[in-house]
């Protein structure tokens, strides 16, 4: 009984599958798979090495003190970076006085203590990172309508993080001739950039790093574009994951103890069926 | 369960004495787990998973209540608190990588427990109990790892919440009413959250309950083991301590080796970018996908795109969804083979490595790809495979195969001989 029921269960599924799938495959022999712009134009990122990549890993806070100059003197104008506090900065290779400087080079909101009134004051070492934009509406008026996305997580948050935000900040050109040749009403509307490695090709982000030397470094690393680019990259590997380091160094000697007590326990099973394997 | 040569408790230390006769829990651990349960002497490394499965439950309790202690299950603050766990709180991030990570090695782990289960026909008399239960805990993991992955209120949590609910939405008439009772409102939010977070607290201490009772109903007739043949007599077992204690204990240091590796190196390959982006109601992802572990399935669902007579394909695809799964339910009465163990059924063996096998390795990569051809083709041809080879392939094989000849008995299977069994001796 429960196998001649089972039998008509399962001849009702597979018939509606098998319909389901002679459907789909007339059509798809009949149109095929339409070609979209993004599938023939989008771009893998470009290969990225970073000192912070893999289990040996670690943070190259040299690099990140260049990344972090990057993104304070271009980025920060439209992006904010509100996980990340000033004293965190600490941990990249700031003294307690730099950090101080730095938060009190920052604009936050604040109260005015005899009125009440809200306010702006200097950032303190405890704040995080403010706001550059009032509110969402503020920052889509600004942005060609786009709302510039908090930094703090980017290289956790898209495909191939630190790799994905090189490439796009490197990868603004022109849109290729045959792009419009073969898609037509393709073109990147007024206001938006053509980036091959952004998802839909085109995107509000103003190409931010636009001439070598827009940064002056102080360990005398030469400020290139692609340098730039690479150490914000680099910086935003830190804002998003700022344990990695810890992460790396704990995560050696816990396998090295799992593998000693492993071996330990396999050599204890050894023995303890040495005996009985024969008889 | 016992057989007679079971070695019985004898506390020596008088204080054990006078433990056993108010609360003879030393005897019960004794009976459960120490050299009072007598264990196949034969059982391979597959037999190791349910133990594992215990690890899995128990890490995932322990970094759960760790983490519960300093998350906020408010829609206003939940992402942030996960952000505050990850940087700011003592060994946070170890926590929740520990948690996230955890449930993808528990649903590894139950995965390989079930499948030896098909290819063993572990779910076959004495053991339907055992089995009928295993996939309740199944179904109860399912829901609660997919409200724990709600909780961090990304975007895939959201927007998985919203598909994921909005499948009881294909139910006729009362689908709409349903949904909305579940999330407590039209769209996942505040209610929705805390509810899940309730439930996600509260389901793994339920699965701790079934899982005793599954213990209990295995411990009646004991493990099977891979040739199905029952044990006969004493040279047919050993105790399970220090035999399978010892044996346990080096797969689970293998375990936590391969599961510290991703954890501490590559803690976020088995989840998707867009959970670290906040919930937002009003931006919807390119790809909605759940958790790896949902794909198989998650296929299943998709696979409709037709409506079938007067069934529209959104609610066929709910019915086989959770068909797929139901069905497991029945297995014990579908396949009526006397020989237990694939090891000796010819025709079985080759739909399971054949068939199955790739069915579920092709729905898994297709529940994880876009819904788009050819990857709908592809879980539309695996899923037929699926439930033809549950309702009508292991039905009909089962009356039909000639298995090989069985063993005499686990100590021959294992010595080549079993003198004792051979001269007729039963117990
Ligand atoms: C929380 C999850 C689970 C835990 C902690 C658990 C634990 C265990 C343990 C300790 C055993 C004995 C050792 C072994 O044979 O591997 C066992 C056996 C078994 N489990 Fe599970 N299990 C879980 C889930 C499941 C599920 C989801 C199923 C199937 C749908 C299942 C089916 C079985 C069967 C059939 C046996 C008997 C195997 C035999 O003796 O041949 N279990 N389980």
Redesign the pocket.
Do not use: C, E, K, T
């Given at each position: 009984m429960i196998r001649i029921l089972s039998l008509l269960v399962g001849l009702f599924f597979t018939a509606a599958l098998a319909w389901s799938f002679g459907n789909g495959a007339v059509n798809f022999a009949r149109e095929g798979k339409p070609a979209t712009v993004e599938s023939a134009f989008h771009e893998h990122p470009k290969a990225l090495h970073l000192a912070s990549d893999g289990p040996f890993g670690k943070f190259d806070k040299q690099q990140l003190q260049r990344g972090f100059q990057v993104y304070k003197e271009v980025c920060a104008a439209c992006h904010s970076l509100r996980l990340v506090a000033f004293r965190d900065l600490k941990a990249i290779g700031y003294n307690d006085d730099e950090v101080k400087a730095i938060a009190a080079g920052f604009n936050v909101p604040g109260l005015d203590p005899n009125t009440g009134e809200a306010n702006t004051r200097p950032g303190l070492a405890t704040d995080y990172f403010p706001m550059p934009f009032a509110n969402d509406i503020a920052a889509r008026a600004a942005n060609n309508n786009a709302v510039p996305p908090d930094l703090s997580l980017m290289t956790k948050a898209r495909h191939n993080g630190a790799a994905y935000v090189y490439s796009l900040l490197t990868g603004y050109q022109d849109q290729p001739a045959e792009l419009l040749k073969t898609f037509p009403d393709a073109k990147t509307p007024q206001g938006l950039h053509y980036n091959p490695y952004f998802a839909n090709l085109n995107l509000a982000m103003a190409p931010p790093l636009t001439a070598d030397g827009q940064v002056t470094y102080g360990d005398g690393t030469k400020a290139t574009k692609d340098q730039m680019a690479k150490d914000v990259a680099a910086f935003l590997v830190w804002t998003a994951e700022p344990k990695l380091d810890k992460r790396n160094q704990t995560g050696w000697p816990v396998l090295g103890f799992l593998l000693f007590a492993t071996i330990l326990g396999y050599l204890s099973y050894r023995t303890i069926w040495a005996e009985k394997k024969k008889h | 369960m016992s057989f007679p040569w079971a070695n019985e408790y004898k506390p020596s230390h008088p204080f054990m004495q006078w433990m056993d006769e108010k609360l003879p829990l030393p005897r019960f651990v004794y009976n459960a787990i120490g050299a009072g349960y007598p264990v196949p002497r034969n059982l391979n490394y597959w037999?190791?998973?349910?133990?594992l499965?215990?690890v899995c439950?128990t890490l995932q309790i322990v970094t759960g209540i760790v983490l519960a202690m300093h998350y906020a299950a408010n829609a206003g603050v939940a992402f942030d608190s996960v952000e505050h766990i990850m940087r700011d709180v003592n060994w946070g991030w170890l926590m929740r990588y520990a948690h996230a990570n955890g449930a993808s090695a528990f649903f590894v782990v139950?995965y390989i427990?079930?499948f030896?289960?098909f290819f063993?026909g572990?779910?076959k008399a004495p053991?339907e109990m055992?089995?009928l239960l295993?996939?309740v805990?199944?179904l109860l993991?399912m829901a609660t790892a997919f409200m724990g992955y709600v909780l961090p209120w990304g975007q895939m949590s959201f927007w998985g919440a919203k598909v994921i609910t909005g499948l009881f939405g294909a139910i006729p008439l009362v689908g709409e009413p349903i949904q909305q009772w579940l999330l407590g409102g039209f769209a996942p939010d505040n209610a929705a959250l805390n509810r899940f977070f309730s439930l996600h607290y509260l389901l793994p201490f339920v699965?701790i309950g079934v899982?005793v009772l599954?213990?209990w109903a295995?411990h009646i007739p004991g493990?099977?083991?891979p040739t199905g043949v029952e044990v006969k007599t004493e040279s047919d077992t050993v105790p399970f301590h220090p035999y399978f204690i010892v044996k346990d204990g080096w797969a689970v240091g293998a375990f936590l080796f391969l599961y510290c590796a991703v954890l501490f190196f590559a803690p976020n390959m088995l989840g998707h970018p867009d959970n670290y982006i906040p919930a937002n109601p009003m931006s919807t992802p390119a790809h909605i996908v759940p958790e790896w572990y949902f794909w198989p399935f998650y296929a299943i669902l998709r696979a409709f795109t037709f409506d079938f007579f007067f069934i529209p394909a959104k609610l066929m695809g709910v019915l086989a969804m959770f068909g797929s799964i139901l069905i497991?339910f029945f297995l014990p009465w579908l396949d009526k083979s006397p020989v237990r163990s694939g090891h000796y059924r010819p025709t079985f063996r080759k739909f399971f490595w054949f068939g199955l096998i790739p069915t579920m390795l092709v729905l898994f990569y297709c529940g994880g790809a876009p819904a788009e051809e050819p990857y709908v083709m592809f879980s539309q041809i695996a899923s037929l495979y699926y439930f033809a080879h549950f309702l009508i392939i292991l039905p009909i094989v089962s009356s039909i195969e000639r298995p090989d000849p069985l063993p005499f008995s686990i100590t021959e299977a294992v010595l080549g001989h079993d003198d004792k069994a051979a001269l007729g001796t039963t117990a």
């Open positions: - | 037999w190791n998973f349910g133990i499965a215990l439950l139950i427990h079930i030896r289960g063993y572990s779910y053991r055992v089995w295993g996939v805990i199944f993991m699965i899982v599954h213990i295995l493990s099977s083991n497991w």
